[in-house]
Every structure is written in C-alpha cells, then in structure tokens.
C-alpha cells in the first residue's frame, strides 16, 4: 500500500488539522509500504501571495509534522514545488480535463461563494491536485469525507488519460479519515482558519489558555445538570483528557452545580498537559531549521525519483516523450 497526502502551509496548525487528519496520517505511516507527505506550497498560491509569509510556513508545516511525529525514516517528507516532475504532468493532464468537470468541483464553487477571484489557478487546482497523487502511483488517499470528490476528480482525469494513451496511471482510491472525533471551534462551528475559530497546536501556553477562557458557552444555571452531547468545551476535553477525566467530567455534567469556568479551566489544564511533549519536540527541531531542510531535501530526491518515472511514463504514452 502507498499512502499520499499533502496539507496546505496557509498558518499554523490548529486542533482540527491534528484530530481530523495529521494524527491519522502518522498512524500510516506504521502500516503503509510507502508513505509520502508533502508541504504542498503550489497549491497554497491560490490564497498566500506573501513570499516571506509562504516560506515561514512552508519551513514551519515541515517542522510541525516532525514534531508531531512524522518520522523521515518511515515516511517521505518533502516540499510540492521540488518536484517539477509533478507541474509538468499536471499540464499533460490538463490537455484532456473537460472544463465542466472542473465547474462542477465543489470546492471551487464554495471559495468563489466565499469572495475568492475566480482566477486560472483555483480553477484548475484539481488538476494540479490529481498530478500530485498520480505522480506517486498512490493507492490511498486519505481525505475527509468532504473531500471525496477531490479523489473522484482524480479519477476520471486519470481515467481519461488512461482511455486515450492506454494504461498508465494507477487508480487511486480515497481513505476516508476516522471523523467520529468532532472537532468544533471556539465558537461551535467546524474549526478552520477560515472561520478565525481555531485554536492553535503550537500555541503559547497562556495565549491558549486565553482562548479557551473565551469559548463561547450557553447561559444555563450553574445548578443545572447539561447534556455533554455536542458542548463544545465537552467536545474539545474529549480530545486531550484521558479517559478518567473524561469520565468525572461526565458525571460532572449529569450532577450539574458548576460553572462553565470551572470546565474551561479543566480544559486548558489537560490541553496543556496533551500538547507539552510535542512542544517540546518543536523547540527541538525549530533550533535546527537546517536539519529540516536536509530531510525536506532528501525527501525530494526521494520523491523525484519516484514522480520522474511516471511522468516519462506518461510522457512516452502521449507521444511527447522518448524520442
């Protein structure tokens, strides 16, 4: 089994991008044959057009991915743009992608709903976003289940070249990732930077804390017992308490007779206890920054050799290649 995905450098991580996806993606690496992880900087294009922003969170993805237990030796790390090998095969791709297959993308249709210009590049993302996982011949794909059709776009890409040229491209299949951990944010909605909700992994300790403090709550009576299904602040410990914890929280709330202080509080207590080590371990590897790179850079040539292989693949199939 070979496993790719890719996370956008657009800021920090934040709870949602660990629970929902990253702490999914280091629990395949134990199990995959290959796993490659890319930084995909390309992509982030669409929305950063801030060149010193771009390389701080470019190097900063690479450090929180190894502080959160991306091991370079089980996995392939690396940055999307140094492997050209994929922006040429996604303009081989290109040449056979129907238009109304991309209009009907629904992340595209949500971002222009949401202000963002309908420029070249935020359309064809899908493509660029298809040469990614067919570079690699992957065969999962881990996505949210809101992302599916991301892999489905892949797909028929693939499946089109594949009718005009022959058989070249690996069909891809998605992962659905493990979505029974709720991640709200602080305001209850689904947390994302979008929606300037998040809470952030690497945070300050007591900048955290103050952003727990201010989660917003209902105005039940202290003495009311409160159903912990779908509260936030109950949603949230769920995540980093154990499951002592979680339990006398429980109860906690089946007595009734507290306030809602008392459960942040709690929460920041335990989220500061969850999150410790892996600060740690990004104070370890912020004061290398030169270490990072030297495994993004292995990870490139690693993942070059592999992407240069399909792309003349795909090359030679299309006539524009072996000569």
């Known amino acids: 089994m070979r496993v790719l995905s890719g996370i956008q450098p657009t800021g920090p991580f934040h709870w949602g991008n660990y629970f929902g996806a990253i702490r999914q993606y280091i629990e395949l690496q134990e199990v995959a044959d290959e796993a490659y992880y890319f930084i995909a900087n390309l992509h982030a294009l669409t929305t950063v057009r801030d060149q010193a922003l771009l390389r701080q969170y470019t190097l900063g993805g690479a450090i929180d991915l190894l502080a959160l237990g991306l091991n370079p030796d089980k996995a392939v790390l690396f940055v999307q743009s140094d492997v050209p090998e994929v922006s040429e095969l996604s303009w081989l791709l290109m040449t056979g992608t129907p238009m109304g297959l991309l209009e009907r993308c629904v992340s595209y249709k949500d971002k222009l709903a949401k202000g963002l210009k309908a420029d070249a590049g935020l359309f ?27 892999i489905e776009v892949c797909r028929d890409i693939a499946g089109s070249f594949n009718h005009h040229f022959g058989q070249t491209f690996t069909m891809p299949k998605g992962k659905v990732l493990d979505q029974s951990a709720r991640v709200p944010g602080t305001d209850g909605e689904k947390m994302s930077k979008s929606y300037g909700n998040t809470l952030a992994v690497f945070d300050d300790v007591k900048a955290q804390r103050k952003q ?71 104070a370890h590897w912020a004061a290398k920054p030169d270490a990072v790179r030297e495994v993004l850079a292995a990870g490139a040539v690693k993942a070059r050799a592999k992407a240069a292989g399909v792309l003349r693949r795909a090359q030679e199939a299309a006539g524009v290649g072996g000569w």
């Open 124 to 150: 064809t993302y899908p493509v660029l976003q298809a040469a990614d996982i067919l570079a690699y011949d992957a065969d999962v794909v881990p996505v949210g289940e809101d992302q599916l059709q991301h």
């Open 212 to 282: 727990v403090m201010r989660i917003q709550t209902d105005s039940r009576p202290m003495e009311d017992p409160k159903d912990p299904a779908g509260d936030v602040l109950m949603d949230l410990y769920k995540l980093v308490a154990s499951e002592e914890e979680v339990a006398d929280m429980t109860a906690l709330y089946a007595r009734g007779g507290f306030g809602y202080g008392d459960v942040k509080k709690a929460l920041a207590d335990a989220a500061e206890r969850y999150w410790a080590p892996y600060r740690d371990a990004r």
